[in-house]
């Protein structure tokens, strides 16, 4: 048994705060900020244990000096950030395992939005902590890894389980359905989903985290050896990486 609390913060980013309810071994993924998680730590009287960072971004780490400073907790991050974030304490690398409590998390390297990007995933609790890799319909612009390292990471990420719930670093589903809908108008589960989402927003809630399975069908960037979405799009005689990087430049374009 675990408990997720999901705190909104800056203009679009989430922070994870993850606590195995048997042990009370708690931990904050990405905090972009420290008040608010300083804040809701106190107010649930929660001792924080561990920092999980999945990129050396400011908006995934701004927090971490004074959440460690005031909570004494250690922060696991990518051994590759070791020197673009400040403060890790255990450094990780692909295929690494960690437990928070009864919640075991292997660590897989997921080069593309950055190079050292990595994502916290946990089988037994079906969770998947992926930060700006994959999100909601869409996926992380590519800033310093290749196209190539993007789609292998996404690859990699679309292997695991249908039931993995997605917890993502920002809240951009609704910019990305109407990304997803302006390449297929006519896609009835996207639609679906459009209303779906725009419901959620208007009632003040939030669209992550998200189904991997339902996600595999509808995220145009998964879907980019698919052969139905290909000939749709006009690219049939792409392959799957040209496909991609078609996709990938298309919304950067948006
Ligand atoms: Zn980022
Ligand atoms: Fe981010």
């Not at 705060?17 to 993924?29: E, F, H, P, R, S």
Request: net charge positive; glycine share 6%.
């Amino acid at each position: 048994m675990f408990e997720i609390l999901q705190i909104p913060a800056l203009s679009d980013n989430y922070i994870y705060i993850i606590i195995d309810k048997k042990t009370n071994k708690t931990a904050c993924v990405d905090p972009a900020v420290s008040d608010a998680v300083l804040a809701l730590l106190e107010k649930k009287k929660l001792k924080l244990n561990y920092i999980f960072n999945t990129h050396h971004h400011h908006d995934h780490i701004g927090g971490n000096l004074e959440i460690k400073k005031k909570t004494n907790c250690k922060i696991l991050g990518p051994e590759k950030d070791l020197k673009r974030i400040p403060g890790i304490d255990i450094p990780l690398k692909n295929n690494d395992e960690f437990a928070l409590g009864n919640i075991n998390f292997k660590i897989f390297e997921v080069p593309g939005h950055t190079s050292g990007h990595i994502c916290f995933y946990s089988e037994n609790a079906k969770l998947l902590f992926c930060g700006d890799v994959l999100f909601s319909l869409g996926c992380g612009r590519v800033f310093e890894g290749t196209n190539n390292q993007m789609w292998s990471s996404l690859l990699k990420i679309r292997s695991l389980p249908d039931s993995t719930n997605v917890y993502c670093g920002h809240e951009y589903t609704k910019s990305n359905i109407l990304f997803a809908l302006s390449l297929d108008p006519e896609n009835k589960k996207l639609l679906n989903k459009k209303n779906e989402v725009e419901n959620l927003l208007r009632d003040g809630k939030f669209t992550i985290p998200f189904n991997l399975g339902k996600e595999k069908k509808l995220n145009p960037f998964l879907n980019s050896d698919n052969k139905n979405f290909q000939k749709m799009l006009g690219v049939s005689d792409y392959s799957s990486q040209r496909t991609f990087d078609y996709v990938r430049k298309k919304k950067d374009l948006f």
